[in-house]
């Protein structure tokens, strides 16, 4: 079992900067994929973001790019996404997602294993 605890979210003005934060504990967080997802109200879970075991190799969804930055700690066993010019439309609850056999390239919430509880973002106008 990985236990995720998500952190950093909280509500801000259009072009503000938020940082998330996920904490596990468990089993060996260098083991797992480790990814962002988000859903508002009403739509489907979305992909974000994710990173490989060693933290050399990320992927982003397109409408984040040049905006957020997913990154990792292996040592703290934490995971992170800098979310910088931030937009209404990136309103939703974030979600810390750990993954074992999956590759950092996939964008399908159904491969992950292990999900926090979420943390709230809004982003007003």
């Known amino acids: 079992q990985v236990q995720l605890v998500e952190s950093g979210g909280g509500s801000v003005q259009a072009g503000g900067s938020l940082r998330l934060s996920c904490a596990a504990s468990g089993r060996t967080f260098s083991n797992y994929v480790m990814g962002w997802f988000r859903q508002a109200p009403g739509s489907e879970r979305e992909f974000v973001a994710a990173?490989?075991?060693?933290?050399?190799?990320?992927r982003h969804r397109d409408s984040v790019k040049g905006r957020f930055t997913i990154s990792r700690d292996n040592v703290k066993a934490t995971v992170s996404l800098q979310m910088n010019s931030l937009k209404p439309e990136d309103t939703a609850v974030y979600y810390c997602?750990?993954?074992?056999?999956?590759?950092?390239?996939?964008?399908?919430?159904?491969?992950?294993?292990?999900w926090g509880q979420g943390t709230q973002v809004t982003v007003s106008s």
């Open positions: 990173i490989d075991w060693s933290g050399d190799n990320t």
């Open positions: 997602a750990a993954g074992y056999r999956i590759s950092f390239l996939s964008t399908n919430y159904n491969g992950y294993d292990y």
